[in-house]
């Protein structure tokens, strides 16, 4: 069984790798044995970051481009593939949010949002999709959110993105697994992490409705992505294709949390 999720030999390359959810799905898949290939946009945070996965023992190699331009990222997944080796699994998790009122929206802040959380997942899937297809096989995860399923307030580009994402996922599944390519995604809830932390205070309004909001009664923890990125990334889903798992503490599950 243990072979089924060994990720040894195995190049993985995470957009937005640099903090949060992102490096702890990086640090899960090198810590079963996956090169670390990660992506940012900002040299000052690559820096940072790279010395913090090697303070775990984790060799990260950095690579800075946009995930919007699709010139750059083929140049760079070329750079890549002859640098470090052909990449097997690839992590969509680059995104970005954008909080206002659909009323108010600028057209062209909606596009922005768009173009980071949807139109970048589809320009790096085909981009190491072809290499993918010319090996025979390879995993591509896309890291979806629970806007891909439900709406609130002022997060309408947000939430049309995920929604498209998760679409795009099972259409992409759907055209190359005759190629050995797993196509799915990733849900996550709401997680402790620095940005956060701010609100995660007892008597925050926000902080008080997420915990009384998840029937686990808390916030995740970005390890708990750990079983989910590896399993996806792994053997152990080679029939797995089209799905997005949600890590997100039974909050889909359900219209509220149970009473005590």
Known sequence: MKNLFNLEGKVALITGATHGLGMAMAKALAQHG??????????SKMELAIEEYKKEGITAHGFLFDVTNAAKVTEN???????VGPIDILINNAGMIMRVPALDMDPADFRKV?????????????????SMVKRGGGKIINICSMMSELGRDTVSAYAAAKGGLKMLTKNLATEWAKYNIQVNGIGPGYFATEQTAPIRVDGNPFNDWIVSRTPAGKWGDPDD???AVVFLSSKASDFVNGQILYVDGGILATIGKPRE
């Open 34 to 43: 996956a090169t670390l290939v990660i992506n940012g946009h900002t040299p």
């Open 77 to 83: 997944i070329e750079k890549i593939e002859a640098e």
């Open 114 to 130: 768009i173009d980071v959380d949807l139109v970048s997942p589809f320009i790096l899937s085909q981009a190491v999709g072809r």
């Open 225 to 227: 992505l750990a079983g």
